[in-house]
Nanobody, 118 residues
Framework: VRLVESGGGLVQAGESLRLSCAAS????????MGWYRQSPGKQRELVAG???????YYVDSVKGRFTISRDNAWTGVYLQMNSLKPEDSGVYFC?????????????WGQGTQVTVSS
């Protein structure tokens, strides 16, 4: 499975960004996808996830501000990020896995940088 992210950039606090992840290859193996964030000095964390039943997961810090969605055929997953805060800055990685939540993803994208200025 190949994952390619896009949509990162530099925005001001309070603005929005939409990240996209295009999946190709053996997408039949995917049962869940998600977005991880790697911030300087912090461990990479799962920010949002979605599975084949469209059940979603969000880390507490983004609940009510971020929305994850997907294409039915697992060809794409998206992260709508609203009311961005400086602490949302980091490299965002798309991830995919055969389990119901990508807590230990088998597949990773290359990452896209999100920078939120105050």
């Amino acid at each position: 499975v190949r994952l390619v992210e896009s949509g990162g950039g530099l925005v001001q606090a309070g603005e929005s960004l939409r990240l996209s992840c295009a999946a190709s290859g053996s997408i039949f193996a995917i049962n869940s996808m998600g977005w991880y964030r790697q911030s300087p000095g912090k461990q990479r964390e799962l920010v949002a996830g979605i599975n084949s039943g469209d059940r979603t997961y969000y880390v507490d810090s983004v609940k009510g501000r971020f929305t994850i969605s997907r294409d039915n055929a697992w060809t794409g997953v998206y992260l709508q990020m609203n009311s961005l805060k400086p602490e949302d800055s980091g490299v965002y990685f798309c991830a995919a896995d055969g389990s119901t939540l990508p807590t230990s993803p088998e597949f990773w994208g290359q990452g896209t940088q999100v920078t939120v200025s105050s």
